[in-house]
């Protein structure tokens, strides 16, 4: 990306997903604000080199047979309050189920985010501010219980697997995922089963 994306702490009562809402109707370009340990995100569009890498991952899940990999789909994570903690729309993801009658009802319930527990694996590309996908959205993911959270880390030229992720007491910001498989950006990424070895070389740039 060419420009550092917006975060603004949030200091109010204001229902999470109405605020997202108020900021969309506020901007002059489109966006999708997304909203992470008590902070909304606006990001800048992501460039080409970003979605071009992201898609080609997504269509290598396509093309092994993963019907259920997917872009541009937003999800929300709820406290054990049952309040929003989280509004995150990854790169790319692969869900465990087809939204079912429920699912969409919550989706409807929520002015337009799906359940983060439909997520069987989440992936993320690092833009100008990495930090929003190796911190916020690294604790976030491993919080909400996501099995697998593959990271592409264009900032570090590294490529990882997360998996088995931990949550040791009642604070999300505390989560952490316990397993790190970690290569070289453009070498393979290997993946727990049933999933395939990623290639990471689409984001090998000269």
């Known amino acids: 990306m060419s420009a550092e994306p917006i975060m603004e702490p949030v200091m109010t009562q204001q229902d999470p997903i109405d605020l997202l809402i108020a900021f969309e109707e506020a901007s002059v370009a489109p966006t999708r604000p997304e909203f992470i340990e008590g902070t909304v995100i606006v ?3 992501p460039n080409h080199e970003h979605n071009h890498g ?9 093309t092994v047979g993963f019907d259920l990999a997917g872009v ?3 999800f929300r994570a709820a406290g054990k309050d049952g309040n929003t903690m989280a509004l995150v729309i990854p790169d790319f993801y692969i869900l465990r189920r087809e939204p079912t009658e429920l699912d969409e009802s919550y989706r409807r319930a929520n002015k337009g985010w799906y359940p983060i527990d439909m997520i069987a694996l989440v992936g993320e590309v690092t833009s100008t501010n990495h930090e929003i996908d190796t911190g ?4 976030t993911y491993a919080a909400a219980g996501v ?3 593959v990271l592409i880390d264009r900032h570090a030229k590294t490529a990882h697997c ?7 007491g ?3 910001t505390e989560a952490y995922y316990n397993t790190d498989h970690k290569v070289g950006l453009g070498d393979p990424l290997p993946l727990p089963a049933p999933y395939p070895t ?5 984001f090998l740039t000269d």
């Not at 990623?198 to 689409?202: C, I």
Request: glycine share 6%.
């Open 136 to 139: 916020l959205k690294f604790r």
């Open 147 to 149: 099995p697998v959270y």
């Open 54 to 62: 992201a898609f080609k991952l997504a269509v290598q899940f396509f």
């Open 170 to 172: 009642d604070d999300p």
């Open 43 to 45: 990001s800048p569009q």
């Open 72 to 74: 541009g789909n937003g």
């Open 162 to 168: 997360y998996t088995d992720p931990v949550l040791p």
């Open 198 to 202: 990623l290639d990471t070389a689409p």
